[in-house]
């Protein structure tokens, strides 16, 4: 029995990280507009790799350190996933809306599988295939 429910429990665990990884990052985006909304300023999002960061009053603004960021400001993804962008960086206002869209690709390096996550100009962030 357990020679057949390893590769399901293999998949299942790989497909969990990646969705884990998407979720994680779609956290990430919703406290950076609240950034921007509770400070009512932009709070614009960086990525490079695994790490996020957010600057208030722009791209070229002050690193936000709060809960959850390391001492440079950034917040490094779990379980070793990857995060690329396909537009330029969000930039969420005041209001809580987006000034650009965006879409953020997550990507389970060990198994090459990819969702999405995206920013809609409403503010909206929603994770999907």
Avoid at 75 to 96: K, M, P, Y
Wanted: glycine content about 10%; charged content about 10%.
């Amino acid at each position: 029995m357990s020679v057949l429910a390893t590769p399901m429990f293999l998949s299942y665990h790989q497909a969990a990280r990646l969705k884990a990884g998407a979720q994680e990052l779609a956290t990430l985006l919703n406290q950076a507009r609240q950034v921007a909304i509770t400070r009512n300023t932009t709070a614009c999002v960086l990525q490079a790799g695994n790490k996020i960061s957010f600057r208030t009053g722009g791209c070229g603004g002050t690193v936000w350190t709060g809960s959850g960021s390391d001492a440079t400001g950034s917040f490094a993804l779990t379980d070793d996933v990857r995060v690329s962008a396909a537009t330029a960086n969000v930039v969420f206002t005041h209001l809580g809306t987006a000034t650009t869209a965006g879409i953020y690709t997550v990507l389970n390096p060990s198994t090459n599988r990819t969702m999405r996550v995206t920013v809609a100009l409403s503010g909206r962030i929603t994770i999907g295939p």
